[in-house]
């Protein structure tokens, strides 16, 4: 059984959808959900289906990531993960970081990789006119959204689509994406899954 460490900054939507599918018959089981945000709606949530949470505001540590990084890494080795899921994570690791898990950190992003790697994805569909939008599960890397596709899923963009209407869409392609590929992840298949 493959023990998961799911990092997050916010609601925890994302984390959400891989902790429900991992509760059934999975090769993997959520062990930490850990954000760099004490205030993050997430750990509330992951905290009442009973998973351990851990928080490191990554704040008071200013410009020195490396020095929040070996906090949280302190947190994460605690719970020995084996893998580790960025589920709307929105600090940039540094080399040093993403070198210690290469190879077992995922992370899903709201565009079709290598289209539109940081942020401001769905304006930039819109504003270049595209007729499908979608999202990414790659492996993390020390260059930005650049790491091996390992699934993508797309969805249309519809005439009269804003920023958050295509946002959405996206969103629930997100929560059928990820999950579907941590458990070929997981299970040993690096092969790309295109839903």
Do not use: W
Request: net charge positive.
């Amino acid at each position: 059984m493959k023990r998961v460490a799911i990092l997050i900054s916010g609601g925890g939507s994302n984390m959400l959808a891989l902790v429900r599918d991992m509760a059934g018959v999975h090769p993997a089981r959520p062990v930490l959900v850990a954000s760099n945000d004490p205030a993050a709606g997430g750990l509330a949530k992951a905290a009442a289906l009973g998973i351990p949470t851990a928080a490191v505001d990554h704040r008071p540590y200013g410009k020195d990531r490396p020095a929040f990084e070996a906090a949280l890494l302190a947190e994460l080795e605690k719970a020995q993960p084996d893998s580790l899921c960025l589920a709307g994570f929105m600090r940039i690791l540094t080399p040093g970081f993403t070198q210690r898990f290469a190879g077992r950190m995922l992370n899903i992003h709201p565009s079709l990789l290598p289209k539109y790697p940081g942020l401001h994805t769905h304006a930039r569909a819109l504003a270049a006119g595209d007729a499908e939008a979608g999202c990414t599960v790659h492996e993390v890397t020390a260059d930005l959204d650049a790491g091996p596709i390992l699934g993508q899923a797309r969805v249309p963009v519809l005439p009269g689509d804003t920023e958050a209407t295509l946002a959405a869409r996206v969103l629930t392609a997100e929560h059928r994406l990820y999950p579907a590929t941590l458990r070929r992840f997981a299970a040993g298949d690096r092969s790309p899954l295109f839903l």
